[in-house]
């Protein structure tokens, strides 16, 4: 209830500064109109400009803000939106371009005004920043120069944007939208204050020491961190299991280097954080060179895929492929930390019997939980004589309780198993509300 | 379950965005305006180049429409639907004197408080428009009546 409430509020106030700029223009007074289509486009050029505010809003993780959804898919939130908001500015511009074009003047940078010519700039930017971030991996751009050539183009454009509409200063003259766009810019530079200069101060108060590096199956590492200075620490971290957090390695937290990884340790042992990792992208590959000793920083925590958000519930069913058990095991070793006698289900789908992470200690896990743990191989060794294959429907038929609908579901893996296991899960009739996902796959 | 929300959510910030900008547009704009004939744009605009029936004046209003053109007077002033609506001169002839008229062009000094700074800083670039051009712009200007299509 208390969720449900906090998300109501989150979303009102986001409408509302979604909605601010319009709806000052209708309930407002403003200069008389100048034809449907010119007023149209002026207010889609508007609210694009509004929705573009709260983009930045939306990735400054607030913790409180996005606790109610999960920061994983308020990025996902982020996306969607910045295509509409892409929409809406390309739009007012089209409407005019069609409708009007007399009154866009000359193209030439020489002979056009700077603010005309501010909006075109902002509308290129803009589109070369949807164009990087919907096709970063087809277009090999790698994850560190397009997170700061995103932040570049963003602010470039924004601030282009601010300028043509300050430049054309025509319905802003009025008091109260003069207010509003003033009170987004005061908005948007307190955010980045927040975001490049207070958070990281937060993370350097707060640095970790690499106290171990351990190899794992299937090309995979856990890290280790432990608190420089527990004694010192201003604010101690304090994850439930499944959780994750942004790690910064090599650099100082300033710089725009930091990856977001799933805890994989209990939450009962706060003092030792873990992370499993798989040499996948262009940072993780790098992470078998780093050595105990070494420095890092840790934002977080983030998340709501977790156990702990359903005290209630009467049993839990994971299913995880590859290194998606890692958010897993960190629920696993922590009901076993707390004896919790409720039946587990987990069922892991690896390619191969000699990659399957966390292979040993799941045995000793089975020992100290009520878990049931089937693992499915694609490629199984000639005497193996459990599942193979997928994790289709029939699979999860056969293997999970005949009330299947009774339990919480957690899913990590690869998209194409998530989206296979969820209809899985549709014909086995489980409600949508107990499926829980962790997108990680957020650009 | 979850992503389904962000994208409903992201439907409903279109469905809303989309619907206000519409009511916006209909509220600034209640009755559609009458179709206007501008003649002296009629005159000007559906002949293209210059006849030997053709006045002085109209020589000079050609000249005029043109220095109106290139001068980029668009961006910020309408003539017969064309151009920036919100500052229409399809009848600026029936109310000012060819004087008055080029005192706005300029931005004259006692014109200030009644332009905005930003306007009357970017006219004043038009000061330094030849003064033959700017015979020709004042000309066109003042020929411009409009007739209403019933």
Same mark, same amino acid.
């Given at each position: 209830?208390?969720? !449900?409430? =906090?998300?109501? %509020?989150?979303?009102?106030?986001?409408?509302?500064?979604?909605? @601010? #700029?319009?709806? /000052?223009? +209708?309930?407002?007074?403003?200069?008389?109109?100048?034809?449907?289509?010119?007023?149209?486009?002026?207010?889609?050029?508007?609210?694009?400009?509004? !929705?573009? =505010?709260?983009? %930045?809003?939306?990735?400054?993780?607030?913790?409180?803000?996005? @606790? #109610?959804?999960? /920061?994983? +898919?308020?990025?996902?939130?982020?996306?969607?939106?910045?295509?509409?908001?892409v929409i809406m500015i390309f739009m007012h511009y089209l409407i005019i371009r069609i409708n009007n074009v007399a009154a866009l003047g000359s193209f030439n940078p020489l002979d056009a005004p700077w603010h005309m010519t501010a909006g075109r700039i902002a509308l290129m930017l803009l589109a070369v920043l949807i164009i990087t971030s919907l096709w970063r991996k087809p277009l090999r751009i790698h994850y560190d120069q397009w997170r700061m050539l995103h932040i570049v183009l963003a602010v470039t454009a924004f601030l282009l944007a601010m300028g043509h509409i300050q430049g054309i200063n025509y319905y802003i003259?009025?008091?109260?939208?003069?207010?509003?766009?003033?009170?987004?810019?005061?908005?948007?530079v307190s955010l980045i204050l927040y975001i490049r200069v207070l958070k990281p101060w937060k993370m350097h108060r707060n640095p970790y020491r690499v106290s171990e590096l351990r190899q794992e199956r299937g090309d995979s590492w856990t890290l280790a961190l432990e608190p420089e200075q527990p004694g010192e620490m201003t604010e101690k971290m304090t994850f439930i299991p499944g959780q994750f957090a942004w790690l910064v390695l090599r650099a100082s937290p300033w710089h725009v280097k930091e990856h977001p990884f799933s805890f994989s340790s209990s939450a009962v042992q706060q003092d030792r954080l873990e992370f499993t990792i798989k040499a996948l992208g262009d940072f993780t590959r790098t992470i078998k060179e780093v050595q105990p000793g070494e420095r890092a920083y840790l934002d977080g925590p983030y998340g709501i895929f977790s156990t702990d958000l359903y005290p209630g519930a009467t049993g839990f069913v994971f299913?995880?492929?590859?290194?998606?058990?890692?958010?897993?095991?960190?629920?696993?070793?922590?009901?076993?930390?707390?004896?919790?006698?409720?039946?587990?289900?987990?069922?892991?789908?690896?390619?191969?019997?000699?990659?399957?992470?966390?292979r040993e200690e799941l045995?000793?896990?089975?020992?100290?939980?009520?878990?049931?743990?089937?693992?499915?191989?694609?490629?199984?060794?000639?005497?193996?004589?459990?599942?193979?294959?997928?994790?289709?429907?029939?699979?999860?038929?056969?293997?999970?309780?005949?009330?299947?609908?009774?339990?919480?579901?957690?899913?990590?893996?690869?998209?194409?198993?998530?989206?296979?296991?969820?209809?899985?899960?549709?014909?086995?009739?489980?409600?949508?509300?107990?499926?829980?996902?962790?997108?990680f796959d957020l650009v | 379950m979850r992503k389904l929300w962000a994208k409903i959510i992201t439907l409903l910030t279109a469905v809303l965005v989309f619907l206000l900008?519409?009511?916006?547009?209909?509220?600034?704009?209640?009755?559609?305006?009458?179709?206007?004939?501008?003649?002296?744009?009629?005159?000007?605009?559906?002949?293209?180049?210059?006849?030997?029936?053709?006045?002085?004046?109209?020589?000079?209003?050609?000249?005029?429409?043109?220095?109106?053109?290139?001068?980029?007077?668009?961006?910020?002033?309408?003539?017969?639907?064309?151009?920036?609506?919100?500052?229409?001169?399809?009848?600026?002839?029936?109310?000012?004197?060819?004087?008055?008229?080029?005192?706005?062009?300029?931005?004259?000094?006692?014109?200030?408080?009644?332009?905005?700074?930003?306007?009357?800083?970017?006219?004043?670039?038009?000061?330094?428009?030849?003064?033959?051009?700017?015979?020709?712009?004042?000309?066109?200007?003042?020929?411009?009546?409009?007739?209403?299509?019933?």
């Amino acid at each position: 209830m208390k969720t !449900t409430l =906090s998300a109501t %509020f989150w979303i009102c106030l986001y409408l509302l500064l979604v909605l @601010a #700029p319009l709806l /000052i223009l +209708i309930l407002g007074k403003v200069p008389p109109g100048s034809g449907f289509w010119w007023d149209f486009s002026m207010a889609l050029g508007f609210s694009g400009m509004a !929705t573009m =505010s709260v983009l %930045f809003l939306l990735t400054a993780r607030f913790q409180r803000a996005s @606790a #109610p959804f999960g /920061i994983d +898919i308020i990025y996902y939130f982020h996306r969607y939106l910045a295509v509409l908001a892409v929409i809406m500015i390309f739009m007012h511009y089209l409407i005019i371009r069609i409708n009007n074009v007399a009154a866009l003047g000359s193209f030439n940078p020489l002979d056009a005004p700077w603010h005309m010519t501010a909006g075109r700039i902002a509308l290129m930017l803009l589109a070369v920043l949807i164009i990087t971030s919907l096709w970063r991996k087809p277009l090999r751009i790698h994850y560190d120069q397009w997170r700061m050539l995103h932040i570049v183009l963003a602010v470039t454009a924004f601030l282009l944007a601010m300028g043509h509409i300050q430049g054309i200063n025509y319905y802003i003259e009025a008091p109260a939208k003069h207010w509003l766009w003033s009170g987004y810019s005061l908005i948007w530079v307190s955010l980045i204050l927040y975001i490049r200069v207070l958070k990281p101060w937060k993370m350097h108060r707060n640095p970790y020491r690499v106290s171990e590096l351990r190899q794992e199956r299937g090309d995979s590492w856990t890290l280790a961190l432990e608190p420089e200075q527990p004694g010192e620490m201003t604010e101690k971290m304090t994850f439930i299991p499944g959780q994750f957090a942004w790690l910064v390695l090599r650099a100082s937290p300033w710089h725009v280097k930091e990856h977001p990884f799933s805890f994989s340790s209990s939450a009962v042992q706060q003092d030792r954080l873990e992370f499993t990792i798989k040499a996948l992208g262009d940072f993780t590959r790098t992470i078998k060179e780093v050595q105990p000793g070494e420095r890092a920083y840790l934002d977080g925590p983030y998340g709501i895929f977790s156990t702990d958000l359903y005290p209630g519930a009467t049993g839990f069913v994971f299913i995880a492929g590859g290194v998606g058990a890692a958010p897993i095991m960190s629920m696993l070793r922590t009901l076993a930390d707390r004896h919790d006698p409720r039946p587990l289900w987990f069922i892991y789908g690896n390619s191969r019997w000699q990659d399957v992470i966390f292979r040993e200690e799941l045995q000793i896990l089975k020992t100290r939980l009520q878990l049931t743990l089937v693992h499915v191989l694609k490629e199984p060794p000639t005497d193996w004589q459990g599942e193979s294959g997928f994790i289709t429907p029939q699979l999860l038929q056969k293997t999970l309780p005949s009330v299947a609908q009774k339990y919480e579901y957690f899913l990590c893996g690869p998209r194409p198993m998530c989206n296979a296991v969820h209809q899985g899960l549709n014909t086995l009739q489980v409600p949508l509300n107990q499926i829980h996902f962790e997108l990680f796959d957020l650009v | 379950m979850r992503k389904l929300w962000a994208k409903i959510i992201t439907l409903l910030t279109a469905v809303l965005v989309f619907l206000l900008s519409i009511i916006f547009a209909i509220q600034q704009n209640p009755h559609q305006s009458p179709t206007l004939d501008i003649e002296a744009e009629k005159s000007i605009t559906s002949t293209g180049t210059l006849s030997e029936s053709d006045t002085g004046e109209t020589i000079a209003a050609i000249n005029g429409r043109k220095v109106f053109e290139t001068q980029n007077c668009m961006r910020c002033h309408s003539i017969a639907g064309k151009g920036n609506p919100r500052n229409p001169l399809d009848d600026v002839g029936k109310h000012l004197t060819a004087k008055a008229i080029r005192q706005w062009i300029q931005a004259d000094n006692e014109l200030k408080d009644k332009l905005s700074t930003h306007v009357f800083l970017a006219k004043q670039t038009y000061r330094n428009l030849p003064d033959k051009d700017m015979d020709a712009l004042v000309n066109y200007l003042q020929r411009l009546q409009p007739v209403i299509i019933k």
